[in-house]
């Protein structure tokens, strides 16, 4: 016999001895009181000593039974042998909720995690059907939790347990291997208190098998209450362990462009990052990186602390425009999942740009746009496009351009404004330059508002920037920011040739909001380029006019005509574009979908899914919002390539490339210990087993409840006592009296 809460044995047994304790303290109780009767009474108590010894022995003998039998009844006893068919109930329903996140497949010699917990399965399967009664099963993958929410069904839920169900689990898990998913045991606890409720007779046992990280499992209070209810609707928790030890693990966790994609031929800063999980650090640590199958040199790490992340940059070119992928490599360690990541791009040949010049004579503009695109054998990948104020009101046409360039504007209208805002707050950039032409009082009142507007800074009267007779001084000081990398190192010299005259001062410089970031300085300190984030887009002003021609005060800089002006100008372009220049990168687990015009392609889409190559032909429904297509592929629950075949009607087959990646944060394989676990779980009554260790006899928890039994002979125990203490005279008599 076995017990399902042997916690209270220890705590309510030692309670059994309690009426023979209070018996003890009556008996010192008794006072010796000598009277003339007394011996006719002791005559008495000599001939009837035995009997009322005997049933004083068993009143004492009952109500120590009544309490052992009130704690074993509490404890939930499980009788194992056939003949407990005869006493108690005999459905035990075994949970089985199997961790299949991509941290199982870490490798200890010739073992994964995966195959302990496929072994795991496989022991209390075994051990299930060896017990008498009737065995039922539910297997529930953590993978497959999310998609029990969305309607679906589970292939094993209260399975009677019988060969053929434990053939076609066991098959199951071994056609099906372990996920790439970060699923964690949240989501699998939901969906286990979520199962219908117990039948009537029914024993349910709850097992966790999983790895058990600290990432998942440390101080996570949802993880903790949810693992505490599901504790309460079961009889007992059986934790499986199926990895016993930390391994070193390296991930590659990031692998974006800099500053967003670049046009077809013109090179771009790739960043790729590396995470050390282990506990000793990582040196000279290769990653291979291959283009459109192309192998390129590899990226070089020196060291790698441990728990630190390292990020490298590197250079790369598409050459011509359409979709593009790239691919990083580790070498293998213990978890090969984590080791490769992808990124995918469809490159134009350009990217579109829209400027607003409100100079009088347009010569602002002129020096922009011979920045961004110089013409000749030059592809810097813009076509800036110059265009009055009023082009802003054209709101649907704002969406096809990657960044707005505002060139000493004078004012805008309201719907103009409108317009600018809602591009920035939906990912657009925007460059201010100010100048002449500037209104000051709109600025302020319609942009700044009060800090609320797309203005960063409230602006003040234009100042002059005074010269110091300091030579050495360079009239601009710039900060650490992609847009001025050009003049980090040696290259700093280049600011010694940038003169500024005049410039806008601005109003409470001291309360900056959090969101406003200067990125460049005057020598006398005040701000010369300012940044603001606005929703998901951001702007950037320039405090000065941009092209050098004399105006009423005078030239106010010769920036624009610095030599390196042109590798600025299109860094900035780049940083206002980074957030519109969208790449097809995607988690492993979401949802593989995109529109397509329904007048620019047929309603047929092929879809090639990474490493296997299995194809997919998708007959596509217009949708009915705005004519599109609607794309849909399903989950992409595969890392990689995922390539998508499409049909235009006007040109030959076009394709679109989405990268899919695991979740970084999986791949930290440092776990919890029994000890570190138990401290987690406080006051969650469970049972704990390393998955290598388990075996067939393990198991006392099948069998056959004898709660009921065990009640029902307290019952009998309490009646029997009540009955022999009225017997005994404990009881008074008709009156109070005492017989």
Known sequence: ???????????????????????????????????????FLLESQKRNKKWIMLRQLLLLLLRTSAIALAVLML??????????????????????????????????????????????????????????????????RFSSATDLSAGNELKFASRTLDRETIEAINSALESEPVTETAAGPSEAFQAALALPESETGESRIAYVISDFRSTQWTDNN??????????????????????????????????????????????????????????????????????????????????????????????????DAGPHQLTAQLPSDALATDNSRYFACDVP???????????????????????????????????????????????????????IFLLDVPRLDESEVSALEDYIRSGGGVAIFLGTEVQRSFYNEQLYRDGTGIMP???????????????????????????????????????????????YAIKHLQDLPGDTRVLARLRNDAPFVVEKKLGKGRVVVQLCKLSPSPTTLGVWSNWCVNPVFPVVANELAGYLTAARRNFEVREVGSELS?????????????????QSGQEEVLNLSTRIEGGNYEVDAGKGNVSGIWQFELSPLQQANARKFIAVNVAPSEGDLNLLDRENL????????????????????????????????????????????QCLAYKASYHGGVGGSSR
Not at 280 to 286: E, H, R
Not at 291 to 302: I, N, R, W, Y
């Open 75 to 140: 404890a939930g006893p499980v009788l194992m042998s056939q003949w407990g068919s005869l006493l108690g109930s005999g459905v035990t329903h075994h949970v089985l909720l199997v961790d299949d996140s991509y941290s199982m497949a870490d490798r200890s010699q010739d073992s994964t995690g995966w195959d302990e917990a496929k072994r795991a399965v496989s022991q209390i399967l075994q051990q299930a059907t060896a017990k008498a009664g009737t065995q039922k099963i539910t297997l529930l």
């Open 594 to 610: 995109f529109n397509l015009a329904e007048d620019e392609y047929q309603p047929e889409v092929i879809v090639r899914a990474p």
């Open 349 to 403: 040949n350009s990217f579109p740009l829209l400027v607003i010049d409100g100079s009088g004579a347009g010569d602002d503009s002129y020096y922009l746009r011979t920045a961004l695109s110089p013409g000749g054998s030059a592809k810097p990948g813009w076509s800036p496009r110059v265009e009055p104020a009023s082009f802003l009101r054209n709101h649907d046409q704002l969406e096809k351009f990657a960044a």
């Open 1 to 39: 016999m076995s017990f399902l809460f042997q916690s209270l044995l220890s705590i309510g047994l030692p309670l059994v001895a309690l009426p023979l304790v209070i018996h003890l303290i009556n008996l010192r109780r008794h006072q010796k009181v000598n009277w003339a009767a007394m011996d």
């Open 678 to 721: 138990s401290a987690q779980l406080e006051g969650i009554d469970y049972r704990y087993s390393i998955a290598s260790q388990l075996t067939a006899s393990e198991d006392q928890l099948a069998g056959f409840r004898l709660g009921d039994t065990f009640l029902a002979l307290l019952v009998i125990a309490l009646i029997a006592e």
């Open 457 to 503: 800074v409230e602006l003040d009267v234009p100042n002059q920037l005074l010269s110091v007779g300091d030579e050495e001084t360079p009239d601009v000081e710039v900060e650490d920011h992609p847009v001025f990398r050009i003049f980090s190192g040696q290259r700093n010299s280049f600011l010694s040739v940038a003169k500024v005259n005049f410039y």
């Open 222 to 319: 949802q993880t903790r209450q949810l693992l505490g209810q599901l504790r309460q609707q079961v009889a007992d928790m059986h934790l499986v362990q199926c990895v016993d030890l930390t391994h070193p693990n390296l991930a590659i966790t990031r692998l974006e462009p800099e500053s967003g994609i670049r046009a077809a031929g013109v090179e771009t800063w790739m960043e790729v990052s590396v995470s050390n999980f282990g506990d000793q650090a990582a040196v000279a640590v290769p990653v291979a990186v291959t283009q459109d199958g192309h192998k390129l040199p590899a990226v070089e790490f020196d060291e790698i602390a441990p728990g630190q992340t390292v990020t490298r940059r590197f250079r790369i070119s598409f050459p």
